[in-house]
């Protein structure tokens, strides 16, 4: 049994883990209106991770899981509690310390380049160099697509971008970099959409581009959407 290390209150007690163990090595998560402590206590007992808690750290979870899960997913589901409750993991050698997002984002101690697979809502840094465009015009188109506890610098010299957020939305701003990046001499614009799907939009915009690229014998602008603000990317010359 892995060792659960709670930086608590003196006098605080860590309540015994919470759920079932199938024969199979799955387990069943079943916190109601719980203690946030029992169910990290819960998640090390089964992932054999160690906790180290901020202070801060408290507050009331409910978790009900349908089916069994393997360690792997339960620890998944435990950083997606954590998202919703305004809390991340930060892995720090063999300890993962858990402690308020905007502390989190000043940290300095999330994954840069990490080798390793990260799941989608742990909290990551991420070094992106960009060849063909300006990081710092990158800068202003995406800020708006990124959700407001995120992080997007630009460091002229190396023409790099550093982007600090969740995993799975550094990997989404990542792909749209690789996306613009590869459009030299060309100018993006980015189109807030209110009353319509961006991904059908992008998928009409695109038909339409090529038909008339087609009939001129030109190049036709690249359109792209982001799903998570709604809104079209348009990437053409200038």
């Given at each position: 049994?892995?060792?659960?290390?709670?930086?608590?209150?003196?006098?605080?007690q860590v309540p015994p883990p919470a759920g079932t163990?199938?024969?199979?090595?799955?387990?069943?998560?079943?916190?109601?209106?719980?203690?946030?402590?029992?169910?990290?206590?819960?998640?090390?007992?089964?992932?054999?991770?160690?906790?180290?808690?901020?202070?801060?750290?408290?507050?009331?979870?409910?978790?009900?899981?349908?089916?069994?899960?393997?360690?792997?997913?339960?620890?998944?589901?435990?950083?997606?509690?954590?998202?919703?409750?305004?809390?991340?993991?930060?892995?720090?050698?063999?300890?993962?310390?858990?402690?308020?997002?905007?502390?989190?984002?000043?940290?300095?101690?999330?994954?840069?380049?990490?080798?390793?697979?990260?799941?989608?809502?742990?909290?990551?840094?991420?070094?992106?160099?960009?060849?063909?465009?300006?990081?710092?015009?990158?800068?202003?188109?995406?800020?708006?697509?990124?959700?407001?506890?995120?992080?997007?610098?630009?460091?002229?010299?190396?023409?790099?971008?550093?982007?600090?957020?969740?995993?799975?939305?550094?990997?989404?701003?990542?792909?749209?970099?690789?996306?613009?990046?590869?459009?030299?001499?060309?100018?993006?614009?980015?189109?807030?959409?209110?009353?319509?799907?961006?991904?059908?939009?992008?998928?009409?915009?695109?038909?339409?581009?090529?038909?008339?690229?087609?009939?001129?014998?030109?190049?036709?602008?690249?359109?792209?959407?982001?799903?998570?603000?709604?809104?079209?990317?348009?990437?053409?010359?200038?």
């Amino acid at each position: 049994m892995a060792a659960c290390l709670l930086a608590m209150n003196v006098g605080a007690q860590v309540p015994p883990p919470a759920g079932t163990t199938s024969a199979d090595g799955r387990h069943t998560l079943n916190l109601k209106d719980a203690d946030i402590q029992a169910l990290i206590a819960t998640v090390s007992e089964i992932t054999g991770k160690n906790f180290i808690l901020g202070p801060n750290v408290q507050g009331k979870v409910t978790v009900i899981s349908a089916k069994p899960m393997l360690p792997d997913e339960i620890y998944d589901v435990f950083l997606s509690v954590l998202r919703v409750h305004g809390y991340a993991a930060i892995s720090q050698g063999s300890m993962i310390k858990i402690v308020p997002e905007a502390m989190a984002q000043q940290d300095g101690s999330a994954s840069l380049n990490g080798a390793k697979e990260h799941g989608t809502d742990e909290l990551i840094a991420q070094i992106v160099p960009v060849k063909h465009v300006s990081a710092n015009e990158l800068i202003q188109i995406l800020r708006p697509l990124m959700p407001q506890g995120g992080q997007l610098i630009a460091h002229a010299p190396s023409n790099s971008l550093v982007i600090s957020d969740r995993a799975g939305n550094v990997t989404r701003l990542v792909n749209i970099i690789r996306r613009i990046d590869t459009v030299s001499d060309a100018e993006v614009e980015v189109i807030p959409l209110a009353n319509a799907n961006a991904a059908e939009m992008a998928r009409t915009l695109t038909a339409l581009a090529e038909d008339k690229a087609g009939l001129a014998n030109a190049e036709a602008p690249r359109v792209f959407a982001d799903t998570r603000t709604n809104s079209v990317l348009l990437a053409g010359a200038k």
